[in-house]
């Protein structure tokens, strides 16, 4: 049977993907989400054109979702079941993801794939997220910072390279692989890349966002129904113009 990889862009994805060539458990398909209304990959805001270099260089086929930029969470289950049956009837029964140690989304992802019979696996769970920040680093990966929230970081960290001196300069309460999504990245070399990917950095863009309804604060989250945090967000993007 046959094995899609969550595809983010970013350095946690690439190194699941270099984790998984290592055991020679190299995937059938790179699977994004890309919102359809800006035509960039969700969450990252990188354009689908440097997210198709990535696969081409990767030589493992993309499989985009479009998105609305106001799905609400019931829409994007229903939307995602419907993608996932299509491609169970081409032989895929498993999902890999880059999750770390949100143990609310991983539960939230079994449960989901479990209703079509997908199993899902999570090569880096339960490590340590500064030990691996530096095994992402030293691996080879080269990754450039395209978003930051804005409520945990300074704009000032969107556009620097996801390297020794980023890290160093992180505040104590961001962890080192923004896993709490205090950052995204958008990785343009790896040792799994055929050939880097080219680029000049543009401009930095301030967006703002918040839940299509009620149920969607914290939606994949156990207590979500009991939580006061305020959910409205602000993120700073850069963005990456590829070069032909």
């Known amino acids: ?58 030589g493992i086929p993309l499989y985009q979702i479009p998105l609305s930029k106001d799905v609400d969470m019931k829409s994007y289950n229903q939307i995602m079941e419907k993608h996932l049956n299509e491609l169970k009837k081409q032989g895929f029964n498993s999902a890999v993801f880059g999750d770390i140690f949100l143990e609310d989304l991983k539960i939230f992802r079994i449960k989901q794939l479990k209703k079509i019979n ?31 929230n804005a409520s945990k970081l300074d704009k000032s960290f969107a556009g620097r390279n996801y390297d020794i001196d980023f890290l160093n300069d992180l505040p104590e309460n961001v962890d080192w692989c923004g896993e709490n999504g ?13 050939y880097p990917i080219d680029f000049t950095i543009g401009e930095k863009t301030f967006r703002s966002y918040k839940p299509c309804s009620d149920s969607d604060r914290n939606s994949y989250k156990k207590n979500a129904s009991n939580t006061n945090k305020k959910w409205d967000t602000g993120f700073w993007y850069v963005d990456l113009i590829p070069n032909e």
């Open 118 to 148: 997908f199993s899902a696996k999570f090569p880096l769970w339960g490590e340590n997220s500064r030990e691996l920040a530096l095994k992402i680093i030293n691996s080879g990966i080269k990754a450039i910072v395209v978003s930051i």
């Open 182 to 194: 205090e950052f995204h990245s958008f990785v343009y070399d790896s040792p799994d890349f055929k």
């Open 1 to 58: 049977m046959k094995t899609l990889l969550s595809w983010s862009s970013g350095k946690d994805a690439a190194y699941t993907l270099h984790r998984l060539n290592l055991s020679g458990n190299k995937p059938d398909l790179l699977f994004t989400t890309v919102n359809k209304d800006f035509q960039r990959v969700s969450m990252h805001g990188i354009r689908i054109k440097l997210l198709e270099k990535q696969a081409d260089s990767s």
